[in-house]
């Protein structure tokens, strides 16, 4: 999906309402769970301000993926796939079952390979992890959360102040 292709969908989200909590479109109800969870360990609410779950950030990526091409959300589908699939290699049991000690030593195995993925779970560490740090920075919850104070208007342009042959 391309940049300019999105802009539209994000408008008619923003019109259709908060992303947080609504019901997935794309995903089934085991994988947008796995894909909840795992925004959220990447980027988990804290002392400083909210995580994925409070950005809608799982809704965000579902969103995209509705208006994406079926190969798009077949890539995704495996990408899951491969995570509990490294889940039970590495622990013997689906993700969302490990302990949380468990799930970061996944989530080191799918970053470790980031720079040059060979895996399955490698290739959609990198994938993911831009998409939903995208759907953070793109929530009210992760402008709030990264400082963002708006656009402003400008009630006076002072013009350009260093020397140069363009001031008169």
């Known amino acids: 999906m391309q940049r300019r292709e999105l802009f539209p969908i994000l408008g008619m989200a923003l019109a259709a309402g908060p992303l947080v909590g609504a019901e997935p479109r794309v995903f089934t109800g085991s994988e947008?769970?796995?894909?909840?969870?795992?925004?959220?360990?990447?980027?988990?609410?804290?002392?400083?301000g909210p995580g994925a779950t409070e950005a809608g950030v799982a809704e965000y990526i579902d969103l995209t993926?509705?208006?994406?091409?079926?190969?798009?959300?077949?890539l995704w589908r495996s990408g899951l796939l491969a995570v509990e699939?490294?889940?039970?290699?590495?622990?013997?049991?689906?993700?969302?079952?490990c302990s949380a000690a468990e799930q970061a030593k996944v989530m080191d195995r799918m970053a470790a390979?980031?720079?040059?993925?060979?895996?399955?779970?490698?290739?959609?560490?990198?994938?993911?992890?831009?998409?939903?740090?995208?759907?953070?920075g793109?929530?009210?919850?992760?402008?709030?959360?990264?400082?963002?104070?708006?656009?402003?208007?400008t009630g006076t342009f002072t013009g350009c102040t260093h020397a140069g042959r363009h001031q008169a």
């Open 32 to 48: 947008f769970a796995l894909l909840r969870q795992l925004c959220e360990l990447l980027l988990p609410a804290d002392e400083t």
């Open 138 to 153: 793109w929530s009210v919850a992760g402008r709030k959360a990264l400082g963002y104070q708006g656009d402003k208007m």
């Open 85 to 97: 699939a490294l889940a039970q290699r590495e622990c013997g049991k689906g993700f969302g079952a």
């Open 113 to 136: 390979g980031e720079q040059k993925p060979e895996s399955a779970a490698e290739r959609f560490f990198g994938m993911w992890k831009a998409a939903a740090v995208q759907g953070f």
């Open 65 to 74: 993926l509705q208006y994406g091409t079926e190969q798009e959300r077949a």
